[in-house]
């Protein structure tokens, strides 16, 4: 079963790029890297760095990872709850980005993600489905000091 505690992280570049990915489960629906501790006492930043291997294959070490200081409690969908406990309804997803120098090319798992596509951050906010990962993209279009991250 799945913890209800998650990390959504916004992989970026410097020239604000986002990288955002398809799911297999629900085509049309594009997202930023996201995924569950494994264990409740397993490191957020260690949760990071295992979603965007599983999901892109790129490697980046949990330091490299930015943490936003922002999280979100919401209501997990209901055609997603049989993945929890029973009785579980609500996540609670801390945000991080990763900004890198240039884009790379993900090696999905086709288990997971249809495809990829790097989009400016306006185009990928537009494009995903969540209303915490549009928030979140949001973001790097405000002035720096404004960004709170």
């Known amino acids: 079963m799945k913890l209800p505690e998650s990390v959504l992280v916004v992989v ?8 955002i990915l398809e799911r297999t489960d629900h085509p ?4 930023s890297i996201t995924g569950s501790r494994d264990a409740i ?3 957020l930043l260690t949760t990071c760095a295992r979603e965007l291997e599983e999901e892109t294959g790129f490697t980046a070490a949990p330091q490299q990872f930015d943490d936003w200081k922002l999280s979100h409690r919401f209501e997990i969908y209901a055609h997603w709850r049989h993945r929890y ?4 309804t609500h ?5 991080f980005g990763l900004c890198l120098p240039h884009r790379f090319e993900p090696r999905l ?6 495809q990829f596509c790097w989009l400016n ?13 549009v928030e979140a993209i949001q973001r790097l279009g405000r002035p ?6």
């Open 91 to 95: 996540n609670v997803e801390h945000v």
């Open 85 to 88: 406990a029973a009785g579980v």
């Open 41 to 43: 006492d397993e490191p």
């Open 121 to 133: 951050w306006r185009a990928a906010a537009d494009a995903c489905f969540s209303w915490t990962n």
């Open 12 to 19: 970026h570049t410097s020239a604000l790029d986002v990288l």
């Open 28 to 31: 049309g629906y594009w997202q």
């Open 144 to 149: 720096r000091a404004d960004r709170a991250i």
């Open 109 to 114: 798992d086709p288990r997971e993600h249809l």
